[in-house]
């Protein structure tokens, strides 16, 4: 092997640059901290999205894929989900899944936060929906957030940066549909300008969201958070994979190992750590960072780092909007509303918590025939039945922590240097097939009453895996737990985890906002109470 | 190396019978998306190879039938039923091709090109669409 570069240290080195790393890097870049955050993946040209080229479905497809198994872009690690039944995905690059993701952003609810105590089921979180609150309202912020206060099924909230994103014919004819159920909705927080913010311009409604657009309409942390770090000091380094999280043996961290541009190790020493690579690639690097200290995997004492996994689970139904003055396919892939009718428990009900309904809207031709037209003599029948017509009502289940649900190091499969892929191994536990359950009739009954036809029910949704949570838990036990409250290792007290995978609870809603906010927080902890770390 | 099969015939043929030809348009076998289709199956890994080994699946299931639209049915069905990962991975590919081709976007009134930056109309917000769940009382569960 060559031998190793040891760079200038720094204060900090974040490993990846996605919704929570972006949003440490800001943070500590604004109070003097030197910081480098680390990337294995690229800046992504926003000329180069799909969305600008005429072959997008093609692309939607290949190497625009959720899963970095189909896309194998150079940066993308393969990841082993043979035994889960909910396949990951995610994106490496610098903004990392939000890159691809929807920017639906619903908060936890207080009793999220509370499980054990409320329904004696898996475990409290060591913190309250109302010590994140203002990170929340800080991220919103910084993201740039439209909605709408007043939402009985939430805490009152902070006025929302800008107006909700419009519903369009399919949303007003759902929100009809609940409201003639008796059953709640709101438009949904989301982070897509519904009018110019921050230099970023309004969504033109072009429905895919997931392959993001050049206009900069959905917030992705490449364009909101990196360059405010940018321009305040922060350096991001990237195609650089970190390998090793080093430590001393007195178990403090040292720096990381990392392979640069060139694939050459190199050594960037630092006063402290902060891991924010999903709750996928964290799991996998604390466990291939072994060392005297640390015998079983970086921070693992407790035996709890990989366990846990959370995914959401997702199920739903789909139906037809026959008579609506415009396609389905107007407006953002996920619809801006949300119904929390069941997201809180019901003794009367055979499952504990609950779930969100949120809305998916058609697509483009193509992505409306794969999968649900047949071939041969009824495919254009079936094609023109669907087209612009078709509307997904899911819910996303509170999938509680299960320590069979976990990630391993593969002992086969490795990326391109070697590093061992992460194995995934999961299943859809008791409480979730009853929750499900319960939400496909209900899902279907929204249906019926919005006047929808062809209604199929979808018990369970599998490519789905792009809430990554659980995998290092937080708690005030460090038996029981990987970080404490504020996001620092219990084993190496300059180390710290910002991403899903400190989640004890997935909660009923994305998770997206919460990592953020809990990013920010522990960004908060290191500026007020580690000036240690800053030379 | 093509992607395509060396039996164009029958690959015109099982192309047809995948979606067959509507209207004025002819089957995704007549209208020509062969270059289309060896293009997306050598610009990504997911397809290399997909149309030429499922053809020659095809092709093994009919031996020596004569090529009509009952024998081709029961060919592909087979080969659907046998092998479904290839096969849906086949119709994902010539779906992509075909409707990725301008006539049949004017067939079904689909704008041609890409979705930036024109965009989609939709009508503004409107709050009084919020007047009745905006009269529920808070309903969520207060905590210590
Ligand atoms: C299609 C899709 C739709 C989604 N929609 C929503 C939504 O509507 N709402 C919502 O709340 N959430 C949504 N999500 C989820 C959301 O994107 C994630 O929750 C969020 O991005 C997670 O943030 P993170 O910082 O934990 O990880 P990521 O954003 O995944 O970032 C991790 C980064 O770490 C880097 N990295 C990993 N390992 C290494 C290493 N060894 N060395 C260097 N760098 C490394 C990766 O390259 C990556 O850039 C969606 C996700 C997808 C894929």
Same mark, same amino acid.
């Given at each position: ?368 025939? %794969? /999968?649900?037209?047949?071939? *041969? @003599?009824?495919?254009?029948? =079936?094609? !023109? &039945?669907?087209?612009?017509?078709? %509307? /997904?009502?899911?819910?996303? *289940? @509170?999938?509680?922590?299960? =320590?069979? !649900? &976990? ?10 240097? *070697? ?7 999961? &299943? ?108 | ?144």
């Amino acid at each position: 092997m060559a031998s190793i570069t040891v760079r200038e240290p720094v204060d900090i080195v974040v490993v990846g640059s996605g919704a929570s790393g972006a949003a440490v890097t800001w943070s500590l870049a604004e109070d003097d901290f030197k910081v480098v955050c680390i990337e294995q993946g690229p800046w992504v040209d926003p000329k180069t999205y799909a969305t600008n080229s005429p072959d997008w479905q093609y692309l939607q497809r290949t190497k625009w894929d959720y899963s970095p198994n189909v896309r194998k872009l150079p940066q993308d690690y393969p990841v082993n989900d043979d035994e889960s039944q909910i396949k990951v995905v995610m994106y490496n690059a610098v903004g990392g899944s939000t890159i691809h993701w929807t920017a639906h952003v619903p908060r936890f609810h207080p009793s999220d936060f509370r499980v054990k105590t409320l329904d004696g089921v898996a475990d409290d979180w060591p913190i309250s929906y109302f010590d994140l609150e203002p990170y929340y309202d800080l991220n919103d912020e910084m993201m740039g957030c439209s909605g709408i206060n007043g939402d009985p099924a939430n805490p009152p909230r902070s006025p929302r940066q800008m107006p909700p994103v419009p519903l369009g014919h399919d949303g007003e004819r759902m929100a009809r549909a609940f409201d003639n159920l008796g059953w709640h909705w709101w438009p949904s927080d989301s982070h897509i300008n519904s009018i110019d913010y921050k230099g970023r311009k309004a969504c033109n409604f072009c429905g895919a969201v997931g392959l993001n657009c050049e206009r900069g309409a959905r917030a992705s942390t490449d364009i909101t958070y990196i360059p405010d770090a940018v321009k305040l000091g922060g350096e991001i380094r990237t195609n650089s994979t970190v390998y090793e999280i080093a430590t001393n043996s007195s178990g403090k961290v040292t720096g990381v190992n990392y392979y640069n541009e060139q694939g050459e190790p190199e050594f960037q020493p630092s006063n402290g750590v902060v891991i924010a690579a999903n709750g996928i690639g964290t799991p996998r690097m604390l466990l291939h960072s072994k060392s005297t200290s640390h015998p079983n995997g970086l921070a693992n004492s407790s035996c709890m780092v990989g366990k846990n996994l959370m995914f959401h689970v997702y199920a739903g139904a789909n139906g037809l909007l026959n008579d609506l003055p415009t396609p389905t396919y107007h407006g953002p892939l996920a619809l801006i509303i949300m119904s929390q009718e069941f997201y809180e428990t019901d003794p009367s009900r055979d499952f504990k918590r609950g779930y969100t309904f949120q809305i998916g809207r058609g697509q483009g031709p193509a992505p409306t025939a %794969i /999968g649900d037209v047949p071939w *041969g @003599d009824n495919h254009h029948a =079936e094609f !023109n &039945r669907r087209f612009g017509k078709n %509307i /997904g009502l899911g819910a996303i *289940g @509170d999938d509680l922590p299960e =320590e069979v !649900n &976990r990630v391993e190091l593969d002992p086969h499969l490795t990326d391109r240097y *070697g590093i061992p892929s992460p194995k995934i191994i999961y &299943r859809v536990g008791e409480n979730s097939k009853k929750l499900l359950a319960h939400a496909v009739d209900q899902a279907a009954k929204v249906l019926e009453t919005a006047g929808a036809t062809n209604i199929t029910r979808n018990a369970l949704s599998t490519n789905t895996g792009w809430h990554l949570m659980g995998t290092a838990r937080m708690g005030d036990d460090p038996e029981r737990s990987v970080v404490n409250k504020f996001g620092q290792a219990h084993d190496a007290d300059n180390l710290f985890i910002v991403d899903g995978s400190v989640f004890v609870t997935g909660a009923g809603v994305n998770p997206t906002p919460t990592i953020q906010a809990l990013a920010l927080r522990t960004a908060d902890y290191i500026r007020h109470d580690r000036m240690d770390l800053k030379s | 190396m093509t992607s395509l099969h060396p039996n164009s015939a029958l690959q015109k043929s099982v192309l047809d019978r995948i979606i067959p030809p509507v209207a004025d348009l002819p089957g995704a076998g007549g209208l020509g998306i062969e270059n289309e289709l060896e293009r997306m199956s050598t610009e990504h890994h997911k397809f290399s190879d997909i149309l030429f080994s499922a053809i020659e699946s095809i092709q093994s299931r009919l031996g020596e039938d004569t090529v009509t639209v009952e024998n081709l049915n029961k060919a592909i069905s087979g080969f659907e039923s046998v092998e479904p990962i290839p096969f849906a991975l086949l119709l994902e590919l010539v779906y992509l091709a075909y409707y990725s081709d301008p006539r049949v976007h004017n067939r079904i009134g689909w704008k041609t090109g890409p979705l930036q930056p024109e965009g989609h109309p939709l009508p503004p917000w409107e709050e009084s669409i919020l007047a009745k769940v905006k009269n529920r009382a808070p309903f969520w569960t207060e905590v210590d």
